[in-house]
């Protein structure tokens, strides 16, 4: 399929069927803003959840839940009101603003990301870089502070901001979250939450908000132990790297490597760091991207945030927007709570009970996005076969479980379909209801959004109470009796039966 | 227990713990922000839960996910810019600023919600209202508007805010929902998130939140069809009500009522109405608040929002409090479409097939806190008997649903402990390991942030697999087979089997 086909067809799919619609609409929409639709929602939560059971239940990190509003002088302390800035320019003729690597990129193909000011002054004005919207000449590229500032309280004595990452509400509570852990290291905290960036003039959708939601974990350790308790079920799992030394050189060469190796010949800082790539490798391929579309590329120097000595970005290859940067990895040595220790004047060091001395920890942070794996996600889904157009999404993931569909809408049908629908709501399924058009048009439209199962109610149904369960990847039928049908869906969707083992096979007909 | 003292001892197990603490607390904090620590983030996560069980599941409310930030002319339209103001007044010696109603309210006892600035300025002067910082004259009365206000994209041409409802995101999305919904009337829009309230000058900790965690519901009905599908299921629930018409005339007397009589003698203004009530008693109730500390306030006209023609206001009595507003339920008729109609000049009205005309819905809005619930549930789960204190969650509420121990730091115990959690763990089951001091005193920090199991690995597990449960309540324990502890955890925090049936009773002994 042709690159952009697929890209508009996906986009097309998720706008009519209710997964993302450009915010504010109606008043004429504003760039960086997406609203997930009912069944976004369903996906997003689904995608965080198992977030959740990786990070929270398996790793057993803490998560604490912090006001997206931020005082200045935090912020300050994190560095952010200094270095959190985009370098910006604006046209000289129609005053449009853009912010200067991207429109770099948009005209010469180059990334010119960790260039100071004034070295990109020097590129734009050598290949006659001009404003994308008129033509007209640039003026002098300065400093945007992208933070999206407010005033709290009355008046405007008080200033803050709006969280650039979820992190720094970790890092200030650090003390009372030690005392959690009861002085046990390493220990793990995460937020899932909102993230704001300001962004000068954002025109790729979805890739590049100005709101979106994060989940981030803070993993902090004794510098001079950077050990993961249980390394050694991690230790074979495969790496794919692209290494900074190499982009330097401009050498697209990835270095295929063991997670164990990568720590011994020092292509990754530390043990901890190598772990958790190798986790976020693991959670993008539970969520059901392709393990040969996932790479991890460091961060030339050049490119790192001003808290990372080493960053390696998780990216997803996607036909639209090529790599793209799903999480961010960064080894942010003791820089935050060195930082808030000494603008609070707070001691941040913990006593060390097993090596008897004063410990300031190190913190290695995996940080993901949830929109970016969203939008992936649907892509990768995406199956076009034929006249089927489907999201072949795990089981587990998909936005609706059940379909429930009478096969006529009279006979006494549509009231036992509400039956069956009241019965699996009960029991916590989530479930549409769906009786209009021929019931092939109903499978359709079920496809269409990736559910699992459909539930039909037929002739038999009210001679024998026995109903057809319809396979989303197999278009198969089986036939089943109603009070086994939680439990067969139960079975079906946790993969603990084959489908074909789940009922009588129905022999198949057309689907029209 | 003196109500003072309850309070606080709740409020100290809340920040020890890890439920709650202060926002920026290292810099010295800000009034109106808390954080969730790691038990309060998932005790949280499952009143969302729980809600949404309620609201997406069986009700069958699509739910959608909307920008925190919100441009100008939305909130003009929604009538936020006009009339989301407090009433302030600064202090002419020190600058101190207040809120007039709440000032009032603390220095008179009177509530003057609704009144107008110029009969305000009356009332302060009357009574001698001063600041009640250093005993200052009060300046003018004046309205301060309480959104946080921000500037999207760079300069200051188009101005944001953060939303102060959720619903306004709902609304503008109404014709994509409409169509997701298929024309069918009425359906349910959910969202829940953050919302904001630039409080002057908050004094109730974290009852008055200047960022708070909403969960909104939007009905969107014909107004000549105001009736709810499953009515008949709720028409016999009792409901306890306070109407305005008592209040205005300063009687304290509460109507009990049915739903269904509430309607037909006209105390509610419709079905929908009446339904969300009762829904709002049952999740209340679902969530372990008792019964008989629930009752539902009419507001007074004047202390109606701008945009509700009938509001009633769901309370929960607390010690420290009194009665608190924990969700609001709103007629908010055809104003918000109409209004965005207008402003946008977006056709807001939908074709009612049955009805063979076109339909401007209105909405009845059931929009509940989840902060403030939080605190209402710790005050009243909280037991203190003799020298035991302990929350009483229902076990599908609580944080930590197993706690582990090994009963002595040797022996090999430590290592079958671990065990038993990591296999706890990867089924999913919330649960916490604890080596430190003796086993009573173990016990004793579980059942304080209410985890209903606590599994002890002893002796007898090393020579012959088994280990002991104990039930917080009862504080009694059983021992079961580790191959069979799964399932029976499963059926314990499911209320399938009776403590005593889950294994062979442990003969009592001292918890020491």
């Not at 230790?235 to 495969?238: D, K, L, T, V």
């Not at 993901?368 to 076009?384: A, K, M, Q, T, W």
């Given at each position: 399929m042709a690159v952009a086909k697929k890209h508009e067809e996906v986009m097309e799919l998720a706008k009519r069927r209710g997964f993302i619609w450009p915010s504010f609409e109606i008043y004429g929409g504003v760039a960086g803003f997406y609203d997930f639709g009912p069944l976004g929602a369903l996906l997003k939560n689904k995608i965080i959840q198992k977030w959740r059971e990786f990070y929270v239940v398996r790793e057993g990190f803490f998560e604490i839940d912090s006001p997206s509003i931020v005082p200045e002088e935090v912020l300050r302390a994190s560095g952010h009101v200094d270095h959190f800035v985009d370098a910006m320019v604006e046209c000289q003729k129609?005053?449009?603003?853009?912010r200067v690597v991207d429109l770099v990129l948009e005209q010469t193909g180059k990334g010119i990301e960790g260039m100071s000011k004034e070295e990109m002054d020097r590129f734009v004005k050598e290949h006659k870089v001009r404003c994308s919207d008129c033509g007209g000449e640039l003026g002098k590229i300065f400093d945007f502070n992208a933070m999206f500032r407010t005033a709290i309280g009355p008046g405007s004595q008080r200033v803050g901001y709006l969280r650039p990452e979820t992190a720094q509400g970790?890092?200030?509570?650090?003390?009372?979250?030690?005392?959690?852990?009861?002085?046990?290291?390493?220990?793990?905290?995460?937020?899932?939450?909102?993230?704001?960036?300001?962004?000068?003039?954002?025109?790729?959708?979805?890739?590049?908000?100005?709101?979106?939601?994060?989940?981030?974990?803070?993993?902090?350790?004794?510098?001079e132990d950077p050990h993961h308790p249980r390394f050694s079920e991690m230790?074979?799992?495969?790496l794919r790297l692209w290494r900074a030394c190499d982009q330097i050189k401009d050498r697209e060469q990835l270095t295929e490597t063991t997670v164990e190796q990568a720590v011994e010949?020092?292509?990754?800082?530390?043990?901890?760091?190598?772990?958790?790539?190798?986790?976020?490798?693991?959670?993008?391929?539970?969520?059901?991207i392709p393990n040969g579309v996932i790479r991890f590329r460091e961060q030339t120097p050049g490119q790192r945030a001003h808290y990372s000595s080493e960053t390696w970005d998780a990216e997803v290859s996607t036909e639209r927007f090529g790599w793209v940067e799903v999480a961010g990895l960064a080894y942010r040595t003791d820089y935050d709570l060195s930082r808030h220790a000494q603008f609070s004047k707070e001691d941040?060091?913990?006593?060390?009970?097993?090596?008897?001395?004063?410990v300031l920890c190190h913190v290695v942070e995996p940080s993901?996005?949830?929109?970016?794996?969203?939008?992936?996600?649907?892509?990768?889904?995406?199956?076009?076969e034929k006249e089927r157009k489907y999201l072949r999404l795990k089981k587990e993931l998909a936005p609706i479980e059940v379909g429930v569909f009478p096969l006529l809408n009279r006979a006494g049908m549509p009231e036992k379909a509400r039956e069956v629908l009241e019965g699996l709501k009960s029991r916590g399924f989530m479930v549409e209801y769906d009786d209009a058009g021929s019931i092939g048009r109903r499978y359709a439209r079920a496809d269409e959004v990736g559910t699992p199962y459909c539930v039909t109610i037929d002739h038999r149904t009210l001679e024998e109470d026995t109903l057809t369960v319809r396979d989303r990847d197999a278009t198969s039928q089986v036939r089943v009796k109603i009070e086994e049908l939680p439990r067969?869906?139960?079975?079906?969707?946790?993969d603990e039966i084959p489908f074909s083992e789940a009922g009588e096979p129905v022999k198949k007909r057309s689907e029209s």
């Open positions: 129609c005053r449009s603003a853009f970790i890092f200030i509570d650090f003390k009372r979250l030690q005392r959690y852990a009861r002085g046990k290291l390493p220990f793990g905290v995460v937020q899932i939450g909102k993230g704001y960036r300001n962004e000068i003039s954002p025109r790729q959708g979805i890739i590049r908000l100005r709101e979106f939601t994060m989940a981030e974990a803070e993993v902090f350790f004794d510098p230790a074979g799992e495969q010949r020092k292509v990754v800082c530390n043990e901890l760091m190598a772990y958790y790539l190798a986790l976020t490798k693991r959670f993008l391929i539970d969520l059901g941040m060091t913990i006593f060390s009970a097993d090596k008897k001395r004063k993901y996005g949830i929109d970016r794996p969203f939008y992936c996600l649907l892509e990768h889904s995406y199956v076009s067969v869906l139960r079975s079906l969707l946790c």
